[in-house]
């Protein structure tokens, strides 16, 4: 009976020890468990096969000559190229150690994407260095979506011969060149932020739309435009550029509509052999002539507003060519300066 006894009271006082370490043990065990799903998620999140990763992998410099099954297999990319499944380069930094581009895609119309990568360091710059952060050329139906293509010593992002692309939300700061699309049709231009870079956004081409991008602090101007027509520049921001907030030379048929361009250090607008192209609805705010042209006609404009002075007045210069002694009279300029409403508009046609 007395083994029966202390047998009960045994198991009593184990039981008690048992029933007060369970919430111990039970927090104990969620703790596990909880550490056990974050490891889980964290390697789900270093996959670059992964939906929606939300780290980014270290990739050396990727160049794809329309090989892009290739590219699939090397883990590059995923999709099947299509337009309802494009290729889809993501998530990568690349740092192009001063040398070559860290993306350079050519000859390829296949769809594809890049998106949300940082790429900085490309180059270098100079007459036989054209690399970039991003380089396409002869390249259509492409996206760059959401990168980060800064510090780069030449170019930024530059496409060459390229036609049918998007450029959108991507930051394309402190660059040589921002954003460069030379020789390139019917490509869109949006939503872009291209700050202090020695250019902003330079066009050579017809049909493409550049808007509501910021285009702020270049050494030189906002939003260049160099022998382009019928392109549409609107709802752009281009201020304190240290020469033009946007410039057009010998592009005709332009529409240049509701965009903030104030406090340029040259022109808020500057037009040089440039002809029937619509210039509306602009805020050109902070430089004495808004609108600077030479050598143009034909241009419109309508609904600017402008805080430069008033008055009408002309002025007939004559320069004179020397060499050691006054040869004559080389050049007559007819120097126009017109205020239409509030906006100032200074013209110079040249005349031999």
Known sequence: MKSNANAKTIILITSGILFALVPIITTNLSC???????????????????????????????????????????GICTGEGTYSNPYIIEDLVIDGG???????????????KIE???IYYSGPYGRSFLEAGIKLKLVSNGSLINNNVSNNKAYGIRFWFSNNNTISGNTVNNNAYGIYLGYSDRNTVSGNTVNNNGNGIYLSGSNNTILWNTANNNNENGIDLSGSSNNTISWNTANNNNENGIYLGYSDRNTVSGNSVNNNKFFNIRMVNSNYNIVSGNTLIGNYYCIYETDCHGNVFENNKCNAGDGISFELIILLISGGAMIGVATILLIRRTLKGNLKIFRINISF
Request: aromatic share 8%; glycine share 6%; hydrophobic share 30%.
């Open 32 to 74: 596990l468990m909880g550490n056990s799903n974050k490891r889980a998620d964290y390697s789900d999140n270093i996959n670059l096969d992964h939906k929606n990763p939300q780290i980014s992998a270290v990739s050396g410099k990727i160049h794809i000559d329309n090989n892009w099954t290739d590219a699939k297999t090397a």
């Open 98 to 112: 001063g040398a070559g581009s860290c993306i350079f895609i050519e000859n390829s119309n296949v769809y594809f």
């Open 116 to 118: 949300n990568c940082t």
